[in-house]
């Protein structure tokens, strides 16, 4: 038996604002994840959710706020496509 999702989460971008030593990137790039391929995830997301009701999207990246934007516009996709099914998204996300 498959059960249903209750959290899911986005990697926006790669790119980051910092130079940690730490870090598991060896590259900072630029590219982030469109908005297509973020509206398939979120409808994927819902999908799989099933009978749940209370849902949460994280959002992660090199640093998701430096595609603010984008960010932006998924929240009110998912907001919008979670209220169509009846359901309540939370979001978080890491940032620096």
Same mark, same amino acid.
């Given at each position: 038996?498959?059960?249903?999702? &209750?959290?899911f989460?986005? =990697?926006v971008t790669e790119?980051? +604002?910092?130079?940690?030593?730490?870090c =598991?990137?060896?590259r &900072?790039?630029?590219?982030?994840?469109t908005?297509?391929?973020?509206r398939?995830?979120?409808?994927f997301?819902?999908?799989?959710? &099933? +009978?749940? +009701?209370?849902?949460?999207?994280?959002f992660?990246?090199?640093?998701p706020?430096?595609?603010l934007?984008l960010?932006?516009?998924?929240?009110?996709?998912?907001?919008w496509?979670?209220e169509?099914?009846g359901?309540?998204?939370?979001?978080s996300?890491p940032t620096n």
């Amino acid at each position: 038996m498959i059960h249903p999702l &209750k959290a899911f989460s986005l =990697f926006v971008t790669e790119e980051c +604002n910092l130079d940690c030593t730490y870090c =598991f990137f060896t590259r &900072k790039d630029k590219r982030e994840i469109t908005l297509t391929t973020a509206r398939r995830a979120v409808d994927f997301f819902l999908a799989q959710s &099933k +009978n749940e +009701n209370s849902l949460q999207l994280s959002f992660w990246g090199g640093e998701p706020l430096l595609s603010l934007g984008l960010l932006r516009k998924i929240v009110d996709y998912a907001t919008w496509a979670g209220e169509s099914a009846g359901k309540k998204i939370r979001y978080s996300m890491p940032t620096n």
